[in-house]
Every structure is written in C-alpha cells, then in structure tokens.
C-alpha cells in the first residue's frame, strides 16, 4: 500500500486509524474505548437539551470546537461517533463517515437519500444479490428507474450516463462479484461531469468499495462522491457481525444521510461499532496477508488440469481490464473464481470435498470459504443475466483468508484431484 500523508495532522492512514478519533479522557482514562450502552442521555440543563435538538434537527449549526450533548442512541452515540472518526482516515479522501447496522442499511440509506422518484440510477451488473433486489423490488416499484450495465464495458457506461433522462446517481461495483470484471471509476465520474447538472443537482457517483477497500482502491481519490461497504466482510474480517459504512468526498453529504438513519433506525448499535473500531487497525494486515496468500493460491490452481478458467486481476488477460487494475487497485485482493472442467458436478464435488476450506457464502474473514454463485448467491439472476455476467455451473468462487496459504492450496489441490 502506498501511504500518503494525506490524513488529518500530517498522520499516514494506520497511524490515524490508531492515533485519531477517541479520547481517553471521555472515557475515565480508558487506553481503548468503553462501550456506551445508553439509549437515551441526561442532559446538563434544559438549556443544553434544547440546544442538542436545535442543532440535531439542522435548525441550528454547532460552533467550532461546541460540545453537543448527545440526545438518544438512534440519533447518535459516543461509540458510532468514534468509529466514524477513527474510519474517515483510512478511507482516501473521504470527509466524513456514517455507520449502518448492515452492508444493506448503507447503499439502501445512500440509495433512498439521494434519488427522487421519477429519477433514474445507472448502475454495473453483476450487482450483489441484495442490492440486485432492492433496484428491481423497491427502488423501480418506487418510482426510480435503473438501467444496467454490464461491468468492465466502459463505453456503454459512458453512454448510458450520457443518455439516460433524470440521472440521478450512478451505483458501480468493482470488481464485480464472482468473476472480478473490473470497471473504470475515473472514466465514469468523468461522463458524469461531461453531462453536467442540467436543471437539477449533478448525478453521484457511488461505488461500493466492499471487495478491494479501504486498503486497496480508493474511489474517493478517483472522482466518485460516495463509498459503501458492507464492513461485515473485510472491514470486521471475522465472519462474527453484519455492519455497513457510507463515506463522503464532501462533507455536506453526510448531514442527510445522518437525517435519513435516524429516521429509518438504521444506526450501528454501541456493542457492534466497539467490536467494529476494535478491528479497523489491523485492516491493512489482515487484506495484505489475504491479497498475498490468494495470489500465491490463484496463479498456482491456474495451471491445475482441472481449471478451466481461473477469475482474478493478475490473471487478466484483455488490455483494458490490465489498465483498469494497475489504475485503480494497488494490489488484487483476496477473492478468485474459478471454471471448472466438468460442470456443476466437478463443482459440487469440489466443494463436498474440501477438508479445511468451508462451502459458505460471504468473503473477507480469517477463514478461506469457498461457495457456488450459480445455485446461491447468484441464484436470484436470469438466465440471461446469468450468461452476461459469466456466472456458469461450473464456477465456485473462493475468498482466501489467513491461514498459511500452503495449507489452504494443498486442500484446494486434493479436492480438485478428487473430482
Ligand atoms: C455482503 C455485501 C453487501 C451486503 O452487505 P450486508 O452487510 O450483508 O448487508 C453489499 N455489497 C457487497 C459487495 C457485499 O459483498
């Protein structure tokens, strides 16, 4: 990872997430912070409570350097306020953050927030199954019309954002889940700005950022507005919570993304933002380990007689999706997807043969998983969508975690062998 000096005070990125955003003193003296379990706090004076609803509500700005009192734990509290502050460093570029109690709190929360019925979202597909379900069951029911794209085509990208009437936000997801198609992000924000603002505020760029950020794409830095996450993945890292983040280039976006959370609930609660924080500083350990196993695993079972196709970024062969990686990714990531040579049998057998690997869904924990899109998370999609997006019965897609790699290959290798 490059570290630039670009965080607040001069601090690199795993200094900051350290250093910055908590302060023992408002914790009696603790070195890490307490959990504040409250759903409601007591006011210094009736003075002080009005002041809070004022200043929660937008009526009133807070003054530089002001002590807010804080109200109730849906609207705010001390544990979602220092994990916001301690994440906004180690997201490039990003001006301020808000913490959601799932990945899908955050982009349904960004989604809702910014779009209007009668206006339209472009948007990449493959699309991660739950967000694939709220475009066609509630987003297009509610008045908003979504027009696809097929990830990594970048001039359709381009035209659509050009054409498309009402634009009002433009959802990327790079790269794309199970076979890693990336798409350019600068490319997109730049036909953003070419079309302009027309009568109504500029469409946003939003990507999320879950599969290669906060350590090794920064879209933020690359002209997009918004990064979502689910931090259930790589964020957390241990496959033990569900927690979703939304970050902001301007930080006037990030006031009505906090009005719509207390409106909807959706506030990550206090126990879950301390296990959250708690993880943030080995982020850059934990995907730089995962990174380096995967690739030493994925460029070795690329040669295996039983692969017939292996998915992942130092693996690509077409000019562009090589352009787009050495741009946008400092390294490829943990997650690969392979074709195997046999079909869905050779794939089922796979899976039922690992030892060590487990069959789940998700990705970014200690533990490698290993699962088979088609007949799960992909299972929703049409056939049709099916093919654009490659996702065939023969494909197992894999997320490498921890372990020593040589293990995690041996046990790939045997379950292939055993086909
Ligand atoms: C898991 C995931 C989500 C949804 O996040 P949850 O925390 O499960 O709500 C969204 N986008 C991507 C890319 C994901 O992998």
Known sequence: ?????????????????????????????????????????????????????????????????????????????????????????????????????????????????????????????????????????????FGISAVAVRAGDGAALDAAIAATPNLGAVFIETPSNPTMVMTGIRRAADAVARRGSGDGPRALVMVDNTFLGPTFQHPLMLGADLVVYSATKYLSGFSDMLAGVVLARDAALIRPLRASRVMFGNILQPDECWMLDGRLPTVALRMNKQSKNAQRIAERLAKHTRVAKMHYPTLFEDPEQVRIRDVQCDFPGAVFSMDLRGGRPAAFDFLRGLQLVRNAVS?????????????????????????????????????????????VLADFEQALNAI
């Open 1 to 141: 990872m490059s570290e630039r000096k670009e965080a607040s005070h001069g601090m690199r990125p795993t200094t900051a997430v350290i250093a910055k955003g908590f302060d023992p003193r408002l914790s009696v003296g603790s070195a890490r912070p307490a959990v504040f379990r409250s759903s409601t706090y007591v006011f210094s004076s009736p003075e002080a409570a009005e002041r809070a609803f004022a200043i929660a509500s937008g009526r009133a700005k807070a003054r530089e350097g002001e002590q807010v009192e804080l109200i109730y734990a849906r609207i705010n509290h001390p544990n979602a306020e220092i994990l916001e502050e301690q994440i906004v460093p180690l997201e490039r570029g990003a001006q301020g953050a808000v913490v959601f109690n799932s990945g899908m709190a955050a982009i349904v929360t960004a989604l809702t927030t910014f779009l209007r019925p009668g206006q339209s979202l472009v948007h990449t597909v493959p699309l991660y199954g739950g967000t694939q379900c709220l475009t066609h069951e509630f987003l297009q029911p």
């Open 363 to 407: 990705l970014g924990g200690v533990e490698t998983l290993a699962c088979h899109p088609k007949t799960t998370t992909h299972s929703g999609l049409s056939d049709e969508e099916m093919e654009t997006a490659g996702i065939t019965d023969s494909l197992v897609r894999v997320s490498v975690g921890i372990e020593d790699w040589r293990d």
